[in-house]
């Protein structure tokens, strides 16, 4: 088994999701059946293989490194959850 | 009544058989008697009679001027708010419009509303939605069935004509699985095609958007609208856009279709190998030569898939924290069970389990052993594609393993729900273009679909093969 409770509590963490036990318990069993399932990957011969990380075979486009002024911070407000005095709010993270 | 098509709409609208009003006023009336399908997560009747008011003020020309377009709610608009079908982003209104919903606006065209998906695209049901499922319009009284996902609610809006055409995106097979559920045309073009600027990410080096519509000639049109170079998209390809549907050409005389051996897999319903073979044979009738292809590493292209596209989802779903937009959690005595807490009430199931899987193998210790290895195996599968086309000028095989399957079946087992993009995978991870259209029936009555697919960019080539096909059919 490749993911136990601790290794299910270190993924959740560093993903920021809290799980309580049941779900806990619940992830356990599915990503290991998945990482059991992906397992077949290691029957692959990939020695000298270059990993495939961009399909695209267009060169990647450069643009004219120019700043631009949009002053646009209060479109960006809009969605935000709370907002104060033209900023992102968010709980206190100092003492 | 017979389902118009966006060509012959065009035409009408030309010649003022009908008016732009009459036309849109027809659909409303049914997107609002088709409101059990659940088809639509963000729907206005105002909206939409408002894009009128102002189309009808509009003497410029335009190419879909008047014409009803859904859009699936993962592409960021203006106009409407935008979900991605997730509690997280329940009230969110972009402030910016995409870049495909951009050009069918450009066009003329009206967007009657935004359609149901898996949340952020993840999923082969429609069934992961925080909006509830969309029924597939095919299903039988008492026994729903799936629309196929994740872009099941734009396939359902073609198939229930609520609409002459609509976007989707595929990941891994998002637009061609759905497509084939609901019994109409869906085209995921090449990688790079159309920008993704604007719309919520999944994966992005498999991400791409697409078209729903009625018939091969439809998507033609739309597909040449909605594609196009955009510096804001890095991976937007500068190519130049034919116009698909002047060059359509149903004369396949003279040309190769490969038949790939490993996709004649065990447990293929025997209904689904026939309309391959049928496929085949009608190719075969016009001229067509068929060669037998093998693409060797098929086999690993799922777990493949499932490592890429949780591991750069796992990257993409970070930015939602509860900061700067979206759904924040109540529950926030310090910054860390802020975040903790929004993304724990804020994300459904699947997308948990993705973003949980995409962070163990991206974790330190784990990266070589799952995410570098898949993305070795990613381009032996690219290699086999650049082979196999060498001897060939485009792919015939079946879109989906099954018809549409009732709603909630397969729904605990993820590796079962995970086997629908069987057929589909391979080709989203070599960034090929792959078309579905209907083609046969199962003994349910249910359409079974048949995928073209070309090499990079020659989307002609696959509208040409799946006019052709759609022709002999018709």
């Given at each position: 088994?490749?993911?136990?409770?601790?290794?299910?509590?270190?993924?959740?963490?560093?993903?920021?999701?809290?799980?309580?036990?049941?779900?806990?318990?619940?992830?356990?069993?599915?990503?290991?059946?998945?990482?059991?399932?992906?397992?077949?990957?290691?029957?692959?011969?990939?020695?000298?293989?270059?990993?495939?990380?961009?399909?695209?075979?267009?060169?990647?486009?450069?643009?004219?490194?120019?700043?631009?002024?949009?002053?646009?911070?209060?479109?960006?407000?809009?969605?935000?959850?709370?907002?104060?005095?033209?900023?992102?709010?968010?709980?206190?993270?100092?003492? | 009544?017979?389902?118009?098509?966006?060509?012959?709409?065009?035409?009408?609208?030309?010649?003022?058989?009908?008016?732009?009003?009459?036309?849109?006023q027809d659909y409303l009336k049914r997107i609002k008697e088709k409101e059990n399908l659940n088809v639509f997560i963000h729907f206005s009747e105002e909206n939409v009679l408002k894009q009128i008011d102002n189309l009808e003020k509009d003497n410029s020309t335009k190419k879909l001027k008047g014409i009803p377009i859904a859009i699936k709610d993962l592409f960021c608009t203006k106009s409407m708010p935008t979900t991605a079908a997730s509690k997280i982003?329940?009230?969110?209104?972009?402030?910016?419009?995409?870049?495909?919903?951009?050009?069918?606006?450009?066009?003329?065209?009206?967007?009657?509303?935004?359609?149901?998906?898996?949340?952020?695209?993840?999923?082969?049901?429609?069934?992961?939605?925080?909006?509830?499922?969309?029924?597939?319009?095919?299903?039988?009284?008492?026994?729903?069935?799936?629309?196929?996902?994740?872009?099941?609610?734009?396939?359902?809006?073609?198939?229930?004509?609520?609409?002459?055409?609509?976007?989707?995106?595929?990941?891994?097979?998002?637009?061609?699985?759905?497509?084939?559920?609901?019994?109409?045309?869906?085209?995921?073009?090449?990688?790079?095609?159309?920008?993704?600027?604007?719309?919520?990410?999944?994966?992005?080096?498999?991400?791409?958007?697409?078209?729903?519509?009625?018939?091969?000639?439809?998507?033609?049109?739309?597909?040449?609208?909605?594609?196009?170079?955009?510096?804001?998209?890095?991976?937007?390809?500068?190519?130049?856009?034919?116009?698909?549907?002047?060059?359509?050409?149903?004369?396949?005389?003279?040309?190769?279709?490969?038949?790939?051996?490993?996709?004649?897999?065990?447990?293929?319903?025997?209904?689904?190998?026939?309309?391959?073979?049928?496929?085949?044979?009608?190719?075969?009738?016009?001229?067509?030569?068929?060669?037998?292809?093998?693409?060797?590493?098929?086999?690993?292209?799922?777990?493949?898939?499932?490592?890429?596209?949780?591991?750069?989802?796992?990257?993409?779903?970070?930015?939602?924290?509860?900061?700067?937009?979206?759904?924040?959690?109540?529950?926030?005595?310090?910054?860390?069970?802020?975040?903790?807490?929004?993304?724990?009430?804020?994300?459904?199931?699947?997308?948990?389990?993705?973003?949980?899987?995409?962070?163990?193998?991206?974790?330190?210790?784990?990266?070589?052993?799952?995410?570098?290895?898949?993305?070795?195996?990613?381009?032996?599968?690219?290699?086999?594609?650049?082979?196999?086309?060498?001897?060939?000028?485009?792919?015939?095989?079946?879109?989906?393993?099954?018809?549409?399957?009732?709603?909630?079946?397969?729904?605990?087992?993820?590796?079962?729900?995970?086997?629908?993009?069987?057929?589909?995978?391979?080709?989203?991870?070599?960034?090929?273009?792959?078309?579905?259209?209907?083609?046969?029936?199962?003994?349910?009555?249910?359409?079974?679909?048949?995928?073209?697919?070309?090499?990079?960019?020659?989307?002609?080539?696959?509208?040409?093969?799946?006019?052709?096909?759609?022709?002999?059919?018709?």
């Amino acid at each position: 088994m490749k993911i136990d409770k601790n290794t299910i509590n270190k993924i959740a963490r560093l993903s920021r999701i809290k799980l309580d036990d049941k779900e806990s318990e619940d992830y356990i069993k599915d990503l290991n059946s998945i990482l059991d399932w992906v397992e077949q990957l290691n029957e692959v011969n990939t020695e000298n293989v270059e990993p495939l990380s961009n399909i695209s075979s267009s060169i990647l486009p450069k643009r004219e490194d120019v700043s631009k002024d949009t002053n646009s911070s209060e479109e960006i407000l809009e969605n935000a959850p709370d907002k104060l005095e033209g900023f992102f709010a968010v709980p206190k993270v100092v003492e | 009544m017979p389902k118009s098509s966006l060509k012959q709409t065009l035409q009408d609208l030309e010649s003022k058989k009908i008016s732009i009003r009459e036309l849109n006023q027809d659909y409303l009336k049914r997107i609002k008697e088709k409101e059990n399908l659940n088809v639509f997560i963000h729907f206005s009747e105002e909206n939409v009679l408002k894009q009128i008011d102002n189309l009808e003020k509009d003497n410029s020309t335009k190419k879909l001027k008047g014409i009803p377009i859904a859009i699936k709610d993962l592409f960021c608009t203006k106009s409407m708010p935008t979900t991605a079908a997730s509690k997280i982003l329940e009230n969110f209104n972009p402030t910016y419009e995409s870049f495909v919903t951009q050009k069918l606006l450009d066009e003329g065209s009206i967007f009657v509303g935004k359609t149901n998906l898996d949340e952020f695209a993840m999923g082969s049901a429609t069934n992961t939605s925080f909006f509830g499922n969309t029924i597939n319009p095919l299903s039988k009284e008492n026994e729903p069935l799936a629309p196929g996902g994740s872009s099941g609610g734009s396939a359902a809006a073609v198939a229930a004509d609520l609409c002459l055409g609509a976007t989707g995106t595929d990941t891994g097979g998002s637009i061609r699985q759905p497509a084939s559920f609901c019994g109409v045309v869906g085209i995921k073009p090449t990688y790079g095609l159309c920008s993704r600027w604007g719309i919520a990410a999944f994966a992005s080096s498999l991400d791409q958007a697409g078209i729903f519509s009625h018939n091969v000639e439809d998507a033609s049109i739309l597909l040449q609208s909605i594609a196009g170079f955009d510096q804001r998209d890095s991976t937007s390809a500068k190519v130049d856009i034919p116009n698909y549907f002047e060059n359509l050409d149903d004369d396949l005389n003279g040309k190769t279709v490969g038949i790939p051996k490993e996709y004649s897999i065990d447990g293929t319903p025997m209904e689904i190998s026939q309309i391959w073979e049928d496929a085949i044979k009608v190719l075969e009738k016009k001229g067509v030569k068929i060669k037998n292809i093998s693409l060797p590493h098929t086999n690993y292209a799922l777990p493949t898939y499932y490592i890429i596209a949780p591991a750069e989802a796992s990257s993409n779903l970070a930015r939602y924290d509860g900061v700067k937009y979206g759904f924040r959690s109540e529950e926030i005595d310090s910054l860390d069970e802020m975040y903790e807490n929004t993304r724990a009430q804020g994300f459904g199931r699947e997308v948990k389990r993705r973003i949980l899987i995409g962070t163990y193998v991206l974790s330190a210790g784990y990266y070589d052993a799952y995410y570098l290895k898949a993305q070795k195996v990613r381009k032996l599968i690219a290699d086999d594609f650049n082979k196999a086309f060498k001897e060939c000028d485009f792919i015939v095989t079946p879109t989906a393993p099954s018809a549409a399957f009732p709603l909630n079946e397969k729904q605990n087992d993820p590796i079962k729900m995970y086997l629908n993009d069987v057929f589909t995978v391979p080709a989203s991870l070599a960034g090929l273009p792959g078309i579905s259209i209907p083609f046969g029936k199962d003994k349910n009555n249910l359409p079974l679909g048949i995928q073209i697919l070309g090499k990079h960019f020659d989307e002609q080539q696959v509208f040409n093969a799946a006019v052709s096909l759609e022709r002999s059919y018709e």
